[in-house]
């Protein structure tokens, strides 16, 4: 638990373009400019501490992960960086998608069969969506980018620092924030509460049936159906979750040319994107210019 380094390396099982990827969700900030890379800083499931992971698409396709930090656990760590670009899902099916569906697969082609970014734990979806309530996304990302410089861990990988967001402790230490209002602070650290008594838990909530994982995360406060859908599928990354909030249905209809089709209809149509429906959403989200973001 307290390695100072930890590496691997893998071929990604399905298609993979992480320089493209990184041109059409929120760039992640790269090593010495190599647009083929990402650095994450963040906290480390367990909660011990944070740490930050690069990660490199080499020519030939194999992706090269290095995470550094003290104290925390490091396979853990990279296993995170490599889950919040859906690396950890066996995409091999995913191309099939399109060839069932042709309007997907026009879709597939346009954007090189990108997977989705996902934050980098449920506790920090969660974190995002209570602090982004009501206000915009370039309002959310200061806040939060100034919580990681003033509280979170601060680690220096190549002569830069990254600061991570604050792990679930360091949160509920805090009894103002400024920026945000006094109940979207308790309610931040109802989702640190959630975070160290495992309601946040990936694999947990990966573990569940829906349903069940959607009950579990509504009992955090602040945190509804549709905040609890984002937890699920942007959070835990479900690939296969359905996104059949009103937004997604217009899009559906947009994207079809299907004006007047009934939500049933709809639910029924995205049937034949399984085993990525959410997947395939995010797709047509980038495509009507209304991505789901890492926040």
Request: net charge negative.
């Amino acid at each position: 638990m307290a390695m100072t380094g930890y590496t691997r390396d893998l071929m990604p099982r399905g298609p993979f373009d992480l320089a493209f990827q990184n041109r059409h969700f929120n760039p992640w900030p790269t090593a010495g400019g190599n647009l083929r890379s990402a650095v994450q800083a963040f906290p480390v499931e367990g909660w011990s501490g944070s740490a930050v992971v690069v990660v490199e698409q080499l020519e030939d396709g194999r992706v090269m992960v290095e995470a550094t930090g003290e104290g925390v656990d490091l396979e853990r760590a990279a296993a995170q960086a490599l889950e919040s670009l859906s690396l950890d899902v066996d995409a091999t099916g995913w191309p099939a998608i399109g060839e069932r569906d042709p309007v997907v697969g026009e879709l597939q082609s346009r954007f090189h069969l990108i997977r989705p970014s996902m934050f980098h734990s449920p506790y920090e979806a969660a974190a995002a969506f209570v602090i982004g309530h009501r206000i915009s996304v370039a309002q959310t990302r200061v806040i939060r980018e100034r919580l990681a410089r003033q509280v979170g861990d601060v680690t220096e990988v190549g002569g830069e620092q990254f600061a991570a967001f604050p792990g679930p402790r360091e949160l509920l230490e805090l009894e103002e924030i400024p920026g945000l209002s006094g109940a979207k602070t308790a309610r931040l650290h109802g989702v640190a509460e959630a975070a160290l008594d495992g309601r946040l838990d990936r694999a947990r909530l990966r573990g569940l049936d829906e349903a069940d994982a959607l009950a579990l995360l509504q009992t955090i406060d602040g945190i509804g159906p549709f905040f609890a859908t984002g937890i699920l599928y942007r959070g835990a990354g479900v690939p296969n979750g359905l996104i059949a909030d009103d937004g997604s249905l217009d899009m559906m209809r947009e994207t079809y040319d299907r004006p007047d089709a009934t939500a049933p209809e709809l639910i029924a149509m995205a049937s034949r994107w399984s085993p990525f429906r959410s997947w395939t959403a995010t797709l047509m989200h980038l495509a009507s210019e209304r991505p789901h973001r890492r926040g």
